[in-house]
């Protein structure tokens, strides 16, 4: 199964995600997720340290500035 | 429903974006944005911590260079 | 109107585009813009805080590199 | 072969990925890779001189923010 | 004209160019351009504050990491 | 030629590689490139201010994260 399609069948689980920029880790639960890994994540909260730093609730990441997708258990 | 159009189904209201490079967060209402979510924002307001920094009026985001969207409540 | 339509109709004023890299902000007139927002300006010259840095003439930018474009009243 | 096609060749093999951003090396098994190196890890670790930092288990890693693909023997 | 083409037109003249990365300014003879700003140059030197640092003679540039292509006089 | 040619006609040579991120250069013998200037080489070398740091051997390298490529006499 193609990278892409991997992430795709995590619609609907929670799921952590590495941005670039200035972001922290975000958490959320995936809504929907295209070819380009453009994602959908709604009840996001930003993590540091493993510390909640802010609910940031539905949000959409552009997938080319998206450097990691990984399923939380 | 695919990321790129859940942000079209957000012309009209508020949004708040953050972009690659120096700046901060953006907040503005969404005029238009395109598959690559190429936006365009009108009433723009650069924020820090909370804190109106500059008010940037009309707006062209190029796609690749956005974080994150997400809505204003 | 699409975000990129948006910054075609700007040809023949005056625009400020913020750039990625060690680039303060670019005033200059649109002479052409493309599809992926690349962009040939001229009289185009470099603004750090209010103040002029540079003259840098004609100029074609990246698109990609592009964070931001606005018109100039 | 073309450099795609030398890391589709790799899927079952251990191998080190640089990536942009603020991730140190990562080292796990690839599962698979499409044409725009969109990779899938397994029993991924992220790696500091020669330290293992963290597990991060199963990840997609978007293609477009790898540097570097390298084999492990 | 639009703007790959503006660029292409100053094949054979003196380009100056910035990149991103570490990179200063690169200045050479544009041989070639194609349409995705890739630029071939030759006699090329690289720049800081007016000073020649290196030769770089013969180089090739990814488009995408192009911020800005003016010509010199 | 077109730029990415001029890349290609470098199979089976020494060249030197300026990457974004954290690597210094790499120098290596290119296997294979394809049109978007994703890189094979082999017998790869990292190198900072003249000296050798690492050897990497057989690395695959992301087109769109070469700033430059330049052949080694």
Redesign the interface.
């Known amino acids: ?4 399609k ?2 795709q069948k995590l619609v609907g689980s929670k799921i952590q995600v ?6 922290h880790l975000l958490e959320g639960t995936l ?4 070819d380009y ?4 994540l709604v009840d996001t909260v930003e993590i540091s340290e493993g510390e909640k730093l802010r609910s ?16 939380l258990e």
Chains 1, 2, 3, 4, 5, 6 share one sequence.
Do not use: Q, Y
């Not at 809504?31 to 295209?34: E, N, T």
């Not at 890994?37 to 959908?40: C, K, R, T, Y």
């Not at 940031?56 to 399923?71: D, Y």
């Open positions: 199964m193609f990278p892409n991997k992430v590495e941005m670039k920029g200035n972001l809504k929907s997720a295209d890994l453009n994602l959908h940031l609730g539905s949000v959409v990441l552009r997938g080319n500035n998206i450097i990691l997708v990984t399923p």
